[in-house]
């Protein structure tokens, strides 16, 4: 029972546990961790095999925090210096979106206002080396380590342009300040339309300067379409100003709750909303996250306004970064994220790392403002629930094998002009059949592919022969829907066209005010908009 003791008090010293902790709980504790011990002894000592073991206790330490949430991790002696670039503001990169395009390390797309952009390196163009040293068989992964660095440090790139002429250029790494709201602007009928797509510093201003500014240019503006799709959130400040432009001052929006009580807190609005009363629309989506999740949550409980959209992702949790000896560290959740009805909108269900999508019945029920019901355990769901759109298999393929990107790179190639956003509107679709054509591009659907493998797993079955003659009439109903595919998705073909082309002038600008025209969830928000009884009707 000594030896107990001594291990129990070794446990809650380690661990912070207080000695005012149940007797059960200490012994429990110090119980397994001796256990532990021992099991690793005896597999050190008497496996058939040399046992790594450092490896075998990695296995151990990732399973232990793989079993809390997908957030809890243990960062190793050798993964602090990557995990530091990841995560570290003093790193940078030279201001672009890469990837390996045909072998060759590409930029797939600069951002506005980096110095990439500045000296005149556009989308299509080649990174042949670095710091003199080629590209050549580097994978993805490995040119981003090497292009990003400190802030302020320069890196020295060989580019390749779109007539293949080699400069030398030397690229700052340098904070590229993205913008979080690259479009504001009417769709329809006077309903005005915000598109934040992360929420960093400024948010809420930009938000707030986007209103005034429709508000300026349309006095009897209608309603307002919030776009929160594909935003993975960011400062939770700004979630806070942001809901504060359209709730009084005092409201209290979110609260964090732990184990510990330092880490309780409550965010209240502080400052005078921007408006009260314009009816609004949030559209979001499954990767609508974290901050998004806050802001929509605060929309609805508070009856602010509508969300539209698919149940948003699910991640409401706070981490912290904790030494843990031996330059190692464990970056661990301490709390949750709260909103006005008392709902959490952390999902409790994952797998494979990802949040599961669990039923409604088996979550939690609260009350909005007005008494509505809203539920918890699985991120914020829609007050209105569109399915989530279809990207159709022949698109996909397309979009994997840079076909629209190559395409694009071919109409820009010998142009310097610039379009305005009004005028990108490309019709050209045979001239795109016939370089689709002339790459000997092959569009092997995704339901072939499923018939192949069907196909290779009966062959020596009993039942091939009889069935063989059906499985070759149905891969020639197949055949003949994929050559006609891209006809029959011509309208889903062009879009991507003309959503890559405005990039190439407006950056995310050009895409965002591509697409609107044919966005059906934009289409349902603005038929809510304008119809005051509906809208209303939904938040009683």
Known sequence: MKRYLIIAGLAASCLGISFVTTNDRIFEISKNIEIFINIFKELNANYVD????????????????????????????????????????????????????????????????????????????????????????????????ILRGVGGTNLKVTIKNRQGVEEDHSLERANVNLKNVPYYGFVEDGIGYIAL???????????????????????????????????????????????????????????????????????????????????ITVLINKKSASASEIVSGVIQDLDRGIIVGQRSYGKGLVQNTKDVGYNSRVKLTTSKYYIPSGRCIQSVEYENGEPKDISDSARSKFKTKNGREVLDGGGVTPDVKLPAPVIPDVVEKLTQNHIFFKYVNKLVANSNDSLALEEINFTDFSDFKTFVQNLNFKYISQTKSELDKFDSNIEKSEYYDALSNELASIRAKIESNESNALDAHKEDILIEINKELAARYHYEKGKIYSTLDQDDEIKVCVDLLLDEAKYNALLQ
């Open 50 to 145: 040399q046992i790594d073991p450092g490896k075998l206790m990695r296995t151990g330490i990732d399973a232990m925090v793989g079993s809390l949430d997908p957030y809890t991790n243990y960062i190793s002696e050798s993964q602090v210096e990557s995990y530091r670039i990841t995560d570290d503001a003093r790193y940078r990169g030279i201001g672009a979106k890469v990837d390996i395009v045909d072998g060759e390390l590409t930029i797939m797309e600069p951002y506005e206002g980096s110095t990439l952009a500045e000296a005149g390196i556009k989308a299509g163009d080649i990174v042949t080396k670095i710091g003199g040293s080629s590209t050549k068989g580097l994978s993805i992964e490995e040119a981003n380590k």
């Open 197 to 279: 797509t992360t929420f960093t510093a400024d948010a809420s201003k930009n938000i707030a300067k986007g209103l005034k500014d429709l508000k300026k240019e349309n006095p009897s503006i209608k309603g307002l379409i919030l776009d929160l799709r594909n935003n993975g959130g960011g400062l939770l400040r700004e979630a806070v100003n942001i809901s504060n432009l359209f709730i009084p001052r005092d409201q209290l929006i979110v609260s964090t709750r732990g184990k510990l009580e330092e880490n309780d807190k409550e965010f209240k609005t502080v400052g005078n909303p921007v408006d009260l009363d314009i009816p």
